[in-house]
Every structure is written in C-alpha cells, then in structure tokens.
C-alpha cells in the first residue's frame, strides 16, 4: 500500500501569498494518479487536481500541481479568500484501495 | 446535473448494525466504480470500500468481514451494511463517485454522520 505523507500540517499564510503544499509517495505512483482535493468545514471534499496537474473542471488557473514519481506539489499562485482550506492529495488507478494524505491546512495569518 | 445523497446515519450502540444508503442521480450507480470514504471528527479523509461497475468489491483492512457494500440497480442506490460497529468507525461517511476505472473521484455526496457510542 502507498502512503502519503503531506506537508506541512498546516500553513499560516496571508491572502495574496503564494502557497506551496507537499505530497510525498512511499512508492512510485504509477502513470502520475496523484489528485489533489480541497475540503471546507462542514463540506465533502471538491476535486482540484487529477493527473498530478490537470485541473479539475472550473478550477481557477491559480491552482496548479507538479511532480511525478513520489514527489508532488499543490501551487496556489495567489491566496484568495476563499482557498484557506485543507487541502488533501490522494493516489490512485494502482490499486483498488485509495489512499489520502494526512492534509495540510492553510490558515489565515 | 450529478447528485449523491446519503442516508442513515445516526446514533447505534458498539456491537450494533447501521445500513447507509446513497441515492445517485443523474447517472447510472451500474455504470461506474462506487466507493465510501469516512472522515472521523476532526481527522483527514480514509478510503472504507468501493464496489466496480462489475460487481467486485474491495474493503479497508479496518472494516473487512464487518461492513458489506453493495447496490440496487432499480433504484440507482448504493448501501454500505455496516455490523459490529466499534467506537473507531464513528465518522462522517461519504458516498463517492469515479469518474472512470482509474478510481479517481470525481463527485461526493454531502456525507452522513454515524455515532458508535453506549
């Protein structure tokens, strides 16, 4: 089984302020199913990222992902007031089982 | 417009038995890869079953022998039967849905709370 491991945990960053989340893989993910996801209080989890960096549909282009392998990064170029959330990236496609990452919270500084 | 609604949650005692349902609309439950995704209080996401368009299902090593997911097809719904419930399976539990056979998770449901306290 792959594990993530994301960092940091949380991230205290000012709007405006560029954001740069962390996603590391035990292993190899294979043919780059990394997707990254954003989750507010009290609401599921929204799709951002599939591909390791094809943005979901209506994503806003201040969102980008990178990587391959077993290390992965969620940009957002320019906090907006609404992003400060908890992000969570999660490997897919090698195995029935899904795996998430811990999470990494941006917070208002 | 794809929608998941998820039902049953509630309050049960350890030992107990809980049936989640998750209505689907607007495509075919069938037709594509179904999981459940729980979230415990305060904690990060952890993948608990999925169920293939071709019938076979997958189970986390925490709830194997336990929960038992399933779907009708008639009524477009998907169901996680869940015995034995343990304090550590209270959670919010999620409905999702794949986008393709890669499993990637395109749709959530808004979720359904289930308490395993005496």
């Known amino acids: 089984e792959i594990v993530l491991t994301q960092s940091p945990g949380t991230l205290s960053l000012s709007p405006g302020e560029r954001a740069t989340l962390s996603c590391r893989a035990s292993?190899?993910?294979?043919?780059?199913?990394l997707a990254w996801y954003q989750q507010k209080p009290g609401q599921a989890p929204r799709l951002l990222i599939y591909?390791?960096?094809s943005r979901a549909t209506g994503i806003p282009d201040r969102f980008s992902g990178s990587g391959s392998g077993t290390d992965f990064t969620l940009t957002i170029s320019r906090l907006e007031p609404e992003d400060f959330a908890v992000y969570y990236c999660?490997?897919?496609?090698?195995?029935?089982?899904?795996?998430f990452g811990g999470g990494t919270k941006v917070e208002i500084k | 417009e794809v929608q998941l609604v998820e039902s049953g949650g509630g309050l049960v005692q350890p030992g107990g038995s809980l049936r989640l349902s998750c209505a689907a609309s607007?495509?075919?439950?069938?037709?594509?890869?179904m999981s459940w995704v729980r979230q415990a209080p305060g904690k990060g996401l952890e993948w608990v079953s999925v169920?293939?368009?071709?019938?076979?299902?997958y189970y986390a090593d925490s709830v194997k022998g336990r929960f038992t997911i399933s779907r009708d097809n008639s009524k477009n719904t998907l169901y996680l039967q869940m015995n034995s419930l343990r304090a550590e399976d209270t959670a919010v539990y999620y409905c999702?849905?794949?986008?393709?056979?890669?499993?990637?998770?395109?749709?959530w449901g808004q979720g359904t709370l289930v308490t395993v306290s005496s």
């Open positions: 999702a849905r794949s986008v393709d056979s890669s499993g990637l998770i395109d749709y």
């Open positions: 607007g495509f075919t439950v069938s037709s594509n890869y």
């Open positions: 169920i293939y368009s071709g019938g076979s299902t």
């Open positions: 292993q190899s993910v294979s043919s780059s199913y």
């Open positions: 591909g390791a960096s």
């Open positions: 999660q490997q897919y496609g090698s195995s029935p089982r899904l795996t």
